[in-house]
């Protein structure tokens, strides 16, 4: 019931008036209004029934100096002005009547650009005392039933007839909120409902469960005019990401694919402006919100695609931003979107190792040589090849030259191990030694221990320089008489030591004459079986598989 068509109001009525003085304002109004008007207002009022939901709508428990007071015409009525009214009379009157004081203000407001801190107060305010309205109903009645008592008519009783009253004066309350945001122009109406939501959810964090509150999202969520807008601009964004696809799959320029990519971004943060709210509201909920979730993966599939194509690291990472910023209510985007940037974060330092595996050398010597390594690959004198996944052993050291006690030279050996093919590679220098093999042991060098240690988890062994390793001891020679040995299997807690002598390694058992010499530079992955001895011995593992988990 609003307030106009209330009777108290049609007839200047009291709560405390009786029956015959009810009667007597009756016939007294019906000199100003039409007499069926005042004749259906007396019924309503004289009838005990009929009664409440009118004296629900009206202000229980206060003077009818102060109705007097609050239904005279006001000068123009601004939200500052309410906000002070409602903290004068908070806490002083009953919360039904609060209530129906403010919605009557709000009925009235012809602020038209208000500040929004005002209207967010206001609202904050409304939704806070009609909650403690749907909690304090026994104080209602008891009222209610105090001005009854004076004027004459039947206590009332908490019971379904009464819950409905109260819900259907919740629905007015609703009803006059969403008028109030409605005669607002679309734009300021966009922010008023965005800082609400913001403020009444801390931002999706925290659940709203006012009724009118809730009403209002709703309402803005299925408005003919949102979902007009969100339309247009899902339809702009399927367009983009429609051309962008097209570009991808036909090869396009990367500076044209870019600058569909720039119209992608600020269609869908055109959208996004207006679906906030309605995310933030789901996110608080603890819902996801569907079209948002759509469009989510419709954004990622074609980033994804983008960026397979043209590796712009920059551009991927803007549209993650993009998507953070556009799908942080979505609690299932944001897993999504930060498994994304550490595989992206991976790719960048992997790009990163990548750069630092790049190497190339050129020079005369007599011949042309050239050594050029990337990131999977060594290019010899730019025609032999050897992809890092197909090498089996890698073998490198150097001997210094000398004549007449004088150093007159180095020989450098780096060999790679290609199934049955043997590469030798350049080497101009000690620096481009040093260059080399590092890059060498980063990439083959790893790949050959992680083969070798797979192997040792499932019970095999692996062969170096004739010598058989197993994941718990190896092969070594047992010196006996004159020339003459024999290979023992000794376990590695038999093991005394390893050490590097005259350009070989050295493995030698605790028991005198049972050791294994390993050449650097003639047997290949010398230099990986030192590796894993040295890392096995400094951790006092009983296998090599155990030194190298964890």
Not at 202 to 225: A, H, Q, V
Not at 397 to 421: R, W
Not at 487 to 504: A, K
Request: aromatic content about 12%.
């Amino acid at each position: 019931m609003e307030f106009k068509d209330n009777p108290f109001y049609i007839l200047d009525a009291s709560l405390h008036d009786s029956k015959s003085i009810i009667h007597e304002k009756a016939e007294n109004k019906s000199f100003e209004l039409s007499e069926e008007i005042c004749r259906n207002a007396e019924r309503i009022l004289v009838n005990p029934k009929r009664r409440l939901e009118a004296e629900i709508g009206w202000f229980p428990g206060i003077s009818q100096r102060l109705i007097n007071e609050i239904n005279k015409p006001h000068a123009r009525i601004t939200y500052r002005r309410v906000i002070a009214t409602i903290n004068e009379i908070y806490n002083k009157i009953p919360i039904l009547t609060c209530a129906n004081i403010i919605a009557l203000f709000m009925s009235q407001i012809e602020d038209k650009s208000p500040n929004l801190d005002d209207i967010n107060k206001l609202f904050h305010f409304f939704f806070q005392i009609v909650n403690k309205l749907e909690s304090s109903l026994s104080d209602t009645i008891k009222i209610i039933n105090s001005e009854r008592n004076t004027s004459g008519f039947p206590e009332i009783h908490l019971d379904e007839y009464f819950n409905e009253l109260i819900e259907k004066q919740i629905s007015l309350y609703c009803y006059i909120s969403k008028f109030l945001l409605k005669s607002f122009e679309f734009k300021y109406r966009l922010d008023i409902i965005t800082k609400l939501v913001e403020s009444e959810t801390s931002n999706g964090s925290i659940t709203c469960d006012s009724e009118i509150f809730i009403n209002l999202i709703k309402d803005y969520e299925f408005d003919s005019e949102v979902i007009s807008i969100l339309r247009e601009k899902e339809t702009e964004i399927d367009m983009k990401i429609d051309d962008l696809s097209m570009s991808i799959k036909h090869n396009a320029f990367e500076f044209f694919v870019l600058d569909i990519v720039e119209k992608l971004k600020s269609y869908v943060l055109e959208w996004d402006k207006i679906a906030q709210p309605i995310q933030l509201f789901y996110r608080s909920q603890g819902k996801e919100h569907e079209s948002s979730r759509e469009l989510f993966y419709k954004l990622r599939a074609i980033s994804i695609d983008f960026f397979k194509k043209y590796k712009n690291i920059k551009s991927i990472q803007e549209l993650t931003e993009l998507q953070k910023k556009v799908f942080a209510e979505s609690r299932e985007a944001s897993e999504k979107l930060t498994k994304d940037e550490d595989d992206l974060q991976r790719i960048i330092l992997n790009n990163e190792e990548r750069k630092k595996m790049e190497y190339y050398n050129e020079w005369v010597y007599i011949f042309k040589y050239s050594v050029k390594i990337s990131y999977n690959k060594i290019v010899v004198n730019k025609t032999i090849t050897c992809m890092f996944e197909e090498a089996t052993g890698i073998r490198y050291g150097l001997t210094l030259k000398y004549k007449n006690g004088l150093q007159i030279g180095t020989q450098y050996v780096v060999s790679i191990e290609k199934a049955s093919t043997i590469i030798e590679v350049p080497i101009r220098d000690d620096k481009m030694f040093n260059d080399v093999v590092n890059r060498l042991l980063q990439s083959i060098g790893v790949n050959i221990l992680s083969h070798y240690i797979e192997l040792f988890k499932d019970g095999r062994y692996i062969i170096i320089g004739g010598h058989k390793i197993y994941d718990d001891g190896m092969e070594l020679n047992k010196s006996k008489y004159l020339f003459m040995s024999e290979i023992i299997r000794v376990s590695w807690n038999e093991i005394n030591s390893c050490y590097s002598h005259n350009g070989c390694l050295i493995v030698e058992g605790k028991k005198n004459n049972i050791r294994a010499s390993f050449s650097y530079q003639e047997v290949f992955n010398a230099h990986i079986l030192e590796i894993m001895l040295n890392t096995l011995l400094k951790k006092r593992a009983t296998s090599i598989s155990k030194a190298f988990s964890g």
